[in-house]
């Protein structure tokens, strides 16, 4: 028998790294949108407001990831990239604990560009580590594992926030989100050692644009391009911050095409899959990454989160539901509950957000002046990671069932096949919508978890995959920057997301607001499958599958 071990050694140690990462940034991203939202404590945001700033949000966060994979793979290594991008992090999140906008700025951007240096350089020191014969093989269960402790920590943290808020209020969830990015830092600091052989640092080729001239042709333009986005009247693409976003992109989408030009010829088509499939897994991002928009007002607005008699009672126990008073007259009277500020006989802002009985039945309201106990709207932000905890083993023995019959399915095949399955969970929501009478009545969370569900599975098929084929395809001295490229193609989507969800007000009929996203879903399924005999024939002449 073999005692070559299966994985690299490191891995445990970048697993619960991740782990504790994600616990501290899902934790802060589950409870953003509600926070920007809540009237007593946070801003009082309407739905389009928070929605916009969420967007911009995290597509900054993974935008970021463009300059810590170039900085890294220059100048400090992966090693040094993620403890500094940690600590930054950890900082962020505990600094959202102030009430201030100026200082949630500050916070937000100390996440932004921590998350810049962390993101993309663990995830290139993991397939680094399987660079080697004994390894290689199993680069895609590596990334299979460690996407696993993404959804750990992921899956665990919205109950936490959820009884921190019910029991000590908004700022210690923020605080006990930096906790945990801190823990994530140690964890990682102490395994060090065996990720020396990972963290090497490619040394540049004439084909390698300089720091210097990086600096003055994309960051300077970038940020030019920003500022002209944001001051110019009459908003393009709905608000200032997605117009400046969309600008700032644009010198950096160049940068990326152009490494294609610049690249060696036996690096041009290898580059250039790549690229593709940056382009089409935007689409992904944009419906997926509305678990935090729409999918959070559909749970906290449209979903019967009712719960009595014991399990009411478990669930205030355990700090995951609090009792709400039911005012009869509240709907009609624009005070108590339900209170609305007016501006010159217009509604602009709705107060102490969600109003939950506006659509529930009428012989399943409490008494007037009665209590209902509503779980934490948090909670479904751990339906998702839940899924991919229950999934992924089902998913890895199902590939390696097939690999052994010799019948395994190619990386960019699982991409396409993933981006297809996603689009069949926007359906689960249009059926939602009409079993719910447009939200009229409160709907079941089992249609949530469904839709969760089988995103899941294509969640599964196309992210811990996308990375993999980043990480098989990329030259070695782009690897990291690939890294970035691929981060950079989520920040666009998860823009995208955000605009989508600006317009969830605006559409009456909340089904053809998903079939928007199915089409565009559908629209990304066919230019994938279409490109994959090119897209295999690539891999194959790169020698990987």
């Keep these: 028998m073999s005692n070559t071990p299966k994985h690299p050694k490191a891995l445990p140690y970048l697993f619960f790294s991740e782990m504790w990462e ?17 009237v007593e404590h946070g801003f009082a945001m309407t739905n389009s407001e928070a929605s916009d700033l969420y967007g911009t949000f995290i597509a900054l966060v993974f935008l970021t990831p463009f300059i810590g994979g170039l900085i890294a793979d220059r100048y400090w290594g992966y090693r040094r990239s993620v403890i500094i991008g940690g600590i930054m992090m950890g900082l962020g999140y505990c600094l959202m604990a102030v009430h201030s906008l100026p200082v949630l700025y500050v916070s937000m951007a100390l996440v932004i560009f921590g998350n810049g240096f962390f993101k993309p350089n663990i995830s290139t020191l993991l397939g680094n580590l399987y ?3 004994e390894f290689i093989k199993r680069k895609d269960e590596g990334y299979n594992i460690f996407y696993m402790g993404i959804n750990v920590g992921a899956f665990i ?40 052989y990972g963290d090497v640092r490619k040394p540049m080729t004439k084909e390698d644009m300089p720091f210097s001239r990086i600096v003055l042709t994309i960051f300077v333009p970038a940020i030019i391009a920003g500022i002209l986005g944001w001051i110019i009247p009459n908003n393009i693409f709905g608000s200032d911050s997605t117009d400046a976003f ?18 060696e010829a036996s690096e041009k088509r290898p580059i250039a899959a790549l690229l593709a499939i940056f382009a089409a897994v935007v689409m992904f991002w944009a419906v997926f990454k509305q678990n935090g928009t729409a999918l959070t007002i559909w749970a906290d607005n449209f979903t019967d989160r009712q719960v009595s008699g014991t399990t009411g009672d478990v669930f205030r126990g355990l700090k995951q539901a609090e009792d709400v008073t039911y005012k009869k007259d509240s709907v ?38 009665g209590k209902a106990t509503l779980w934490s709207t948090p909670i479904s932000q751990s339906i998702n990671p839940g899924w991919v905890i229950l999934l992924t083993p089902l ?20 991409i396409a096949f993933g981006l297809f399955i996603s689009a069949l969970s926007v359906l689960v929501m249009v059926a939602a919508v009409y079993v719910s009478g447009n939200g009229a009545e409160k709907a079941s969370v089992w249609w949530l978890m469904g839709t969760y569900g089988v995103v899941t599975i294509g969640e599964l098929l196309l992210s811990p995959m996308g990375l993999s084929l980043v990480s098989k395809l990329s030259p070695v001295r782009l690897t990291s920057l690939m890294m970035g490229g691929w981060f950079l193609a989520t920040s666009i989507g998860n823009k995208l997301s955000g605009i989508l969800a600006t317009m969830w007000d605006g559409y009456e009929n909340k089904a053809n607001f998903y079939w928007v996203n199915f089409v565009l879903l559908m629209i990304a399924t066919f230019i994938i499958f279409g490109m994959l005999k090119w897209l295999n024939r690539i891999m194959k002449e790169k020698g990987v599958s």
């Design 332 to 369: 009609n009277l624009y005070d108590g509950l339900f209170r609305i500020q007016k501006k010159d006989g217009i509604v602009i802002k709705e107060y102490n957000y969600p109003a939950y009985f506006k659509n529930v039945k009428p012989e399943n309201l409490p008494a007037d002046g």
């Design 131 to 133: 660079n080697t014969p």
């Design 246 to 263: 969309i600008f700032a992109c644009l010198p950096v989408i160049y940068f990326y095409a152009s490494l294609y030009f610049r690249a």
């Design 22 to 38: 994600r616990f501290g940034y899902y934790l802060m991203i589950g409870i953003f949108l509600l926070y920007l939202k809540n």
């Design 157 to 196: 943290c919205n109950f936490f926030s959820a009884a921190i808020i019910i029991i000590w209020g908004w700022k210690y969830a923020f605080v006990a989100a930096g906790i945990g990015m801190f823990v994530g830092v140690i964890i990682f600091m102490l395994g060090t050692k065996h990720y020396a």
């Design 395 to 414: 998913v890895l023995a199902f590939f390696a069932f097939l690999r052994k019959k010799n019948k395994e399915p190619s990386t960019a095949t699982k």
